[in-house]
């Protein structure tokens, strides 16, 4: 379903405070007093935290069962009335008593009649969630509203992409998050991550402050389609901020640089992600013995291609260096044989026509240092152009990812695209290939790690920052996996090469460990232990592929 077209601009406030356990008057209170000033502020929109009504860290299940409250209690029948009183919407998390006698960990929308018009049920439970709550039993409800066409979740829901894009896919405009965040990660990346890869407002309200052995950082925030945020309020502050929403213009689901967020997806390549998880290869994989030291490579983004001033010669020396240095497995930025990062339909034949001389160099390095080289450029078959990457040892070549998703850039000449996603399991580890915009999609990802990917390679010509900065990251991280991501120098976004492990950077703002260099030639390297890449837990118990709902994701894979 998409959005209405509509263009709409409304006022919308995010609250950022602490609830007071087991203290229901106190956070009546509360919500009163923030609504009173996000109304002075003229928001026709107010979202709250997660757990408003009782607070998060409960004594144990029976604690919180003392705490929650039906959806005809007091704290729902407050912020009806504060609906009805200031003629707006609120949003606000909420500990439930079900109609079915079980506990969980909720998300209310009351329209301005006063009227329950969105429920939802947190799928994605923490460790200490699920000391008390059940999983949520609701789906991805997404409601028309006379603001735009509204979804829910709740925090950790922010760290399974096929959440967020559910509601995307469903025609979401905007997505209000009411949350409990631990880490400044989760606000100051994955929520603009989610609204960048999505196409939709995210308005995130957290906590701030100590509950108990919890401490909140805050990082409420209003962010754009674009990824850019709007208003956010201060670390370790209380109070609201507000924005204006604009939501059915057409540019909010595009790239900034051309092609469609939503309509170039490719639904009939992702149906693995609605798969029972015990029927996917990477169940498999997992349940097998691993002995870490037998399971280690050297990986490498090779930032290194033919340019105005690198000669074909010039690029594949730095590939040969980069093994001198013990790397196996070598990641080159897209189109390596080419001086262009953008091909016409000439050059893309040309290309095509040069590939079997540069495969056979290649070849030759692969094997006298017993390495991997993952090439990206065009293949021909029966005539026809595709962009596409091979993967290249000693003995030639034995495999190729064909592009799956065809953007903007390749349309004048590319006449097919791959039906799907391979692996590849090679002695260096099990490898997956992003092709250029093929990065672009988190389905990508998702669908190679489901088939068992220890690594995936992102062959790139980067257009925006954003790029590097909010997608990179959550695909090793969400996904548990090595990626490494080429880039080239003479993009938009030029170089910035790179290689994510599976649990990420110690600090949130990578750029600070991974700063990103233009240079062309530098090698970028990781002494990869890829048992990292069997082990898919966050934290205890939180599964970043077991966990899923797999049952709630038809919409994903629906090519219709």
């Given at each position: 379903?998409?959005?209405?077209?509509?263009?709409?601009?409304?006022?919308?406030?995010?609250?950022?405070?602490?609830?007071?356990?087991?203290?229901?008057?106190?956070?009546?209170?509360?919500?009163?007093?923030?609504?009173?000033?996000?109304?002075?502020?003229?928001?026709?929109?107010?979202?709250?935290?997660?757990?408003m009504n009782s607070g998060y860290l409960f004594d144990s299940a029976e604690h919180c069962r003392q705490l929650a409250e039906t959806l005809d209690g007091a704290y729902c029948e407050a912020l009806a009335t504060l609906c009805r009183e200031h003629d707006i919407y609120v949003a606000s998390g909420f500990t439930e008593e079900g109609a079915d006698g079980k506990v969980y960990n909720t998300a209310l929308l009351f329209d301005p009649d006063g009227e329950l018009i969105c429920h939802y049920q947190k799928q994605f439970l923490a460790t200490h969630d699920q000391n008390w709550f059940e999983v949520g039993a609701k789906g991805n409800p997404v409601v028309d509203t006379e603001l735009g066409r509204i979804g829910l979740l709740i925090c950790f829901d922010g760290r399974i992409p096929e959440i967020a894009r559910c509601l995307a896919a469903q025609g979401a405009e905007v997505v209000l998050d009411m949350a409990n965040f631990f880490a400044m990660d989760q606000a100051e990346m994955w929520v603009p991550a989610r609204a960048y890869e999505n196409g939709v407002w995210f308005i995130a309200a957290t906590k701030a402050g100590v509950e108990r052995s919890i401490y909140y950082p805050g990082g409420s925030m209003i962010v754009a389609p674009d990824g850019h945020v709007q208003a956010r309020i201060p670390y370790d502050?209380?109070?609201?901020?507000?924005?204006?929403?604009?939501?059915?213009?057409?540019?909010?689901?595009?790239?900034?640089?051309?092609?469609?967020?939503?309509?170039?997806?490719?639904?009939?390549?992702?149906?693995?992600l609605a798969t029972d998880f015990k029927r996917t290869p990477l169940n498999a994989i997992l349940e097998e013995s691993v002995v870490p030291e037998t399971r280690t490579?050297?990986?490498a983004a090779i930032q290194a291609h033919v340019a105005r001033d690198h000669s074909v010669d010039d690029a594949v020396e730095m590939v040969e260096h980069a093994?001198?240095?013990?790397?196996?497995?070598?990641?080159?930025?897209?189109?390596?044989?080419?001086?262009d990062w953008v091909l016409s339909a000439a050059s893309a034949r040309k290309q095509a026509q040069m590939a079997p001389a540069l495969i056979e160099r290649l070849t030759g390095i692969?094997?006298?240092?017993?390495?991997?080289?993952?090439?990206?450029?065009?293949?021909?078959?029966?005539g026809?152009?595709?962009?596409?990457?091979?993967?290249?040892?000693?003995?030639?070549m034995i495999g190729r990812q064909r592009q799956v998703h065809l953007g903007p850039r390749v349309s004048s000449w590319a006449q097919s695209a791959a039906e799907g996603f391979a692996v590849f399991d090679t002695r260096y580890g099990r490898l997956g290939v992003l092709v250029d915009y093929d990065g672009m999609f988190p389905e990508s990802s998702r669908v190679l790690t489901l088939m068992g990917a220890e690594i995936i390679v992102w062959c790139c010509a980067w257009e925006h920052p954003n790029q590097r900065r909010l997608l990179a990251v959550p695909k090793a991280?969400?996904?548990?996996?090595?990626?490494?991501?080429?880039?080239r120098t003479d993009a938009p976004y030029p170089g910035g090469s790179f290689v994510v492990p599976p649990n990420g950077f110690p600090v949130w703002d990578f750029e600070q460990v991974a700063v990103p260099t233009p240079r062309w030639g530098?090698?970028?390297?990781?002494?990869?232990?890829?048992?990292?890449?069997?082990?898919?837990?966050?934290?205890?118990?939180?599964?970043?592929?077991?966990?899923?709902?797999?049952?709630?994701?038809?919409?994903?894979?629906?090519?219709?």
């Open positions: 379903m998409s959005s209405s077209n509509v263009i709409k601009t409304f006022r919308a406030a995010v609250v950022q405070t602490l609830a007071e356990l087991g203290d229901l008057p106190a956070n009546i209170a509360l919500v009163k007093r923030y609504v009173a000033e996000a109304v002075r502020q003229g928001a026709q929109l107010v979202v709250f935290p997660e757990c502050m209380h109070g609201v901020v507000s924005a204006d929403i604009v939501v059915g213009t057409q540019n909010a689901r595009s790239w900034q640089f051309g092609g469609e967020k939503m309509q170039d997806r490719r639904p009939d390549a992702y149906r693995i490579t050297k990986v093994c001198r240095l013990g790397v196996k497995v070598i990641a080159l930025p897209l189109y390596f044989g080419a001086t692969c094997a006298r240092y017993d390495a991997l080289v993952i090439l990206p450029g065009v293949g021909e078959y029966e026809k152009l595709y962009p596409e990457a091979v993967l290249l040892d000693g003995s030639g991280e969400d996904n548990r996996v090595y990626l490494v991501c080429a880039n530098a090698v970028m390297p990781e002494y990869a232990n890829l048992a990292l890449s069997r082990q898919k837990r966050m934290i205890p118990g939180v599964d970043m592929v077991r966990n899923r709902l797999v049952q709630t994701y038809s919409v994903l894979t629906d090519a219709s």
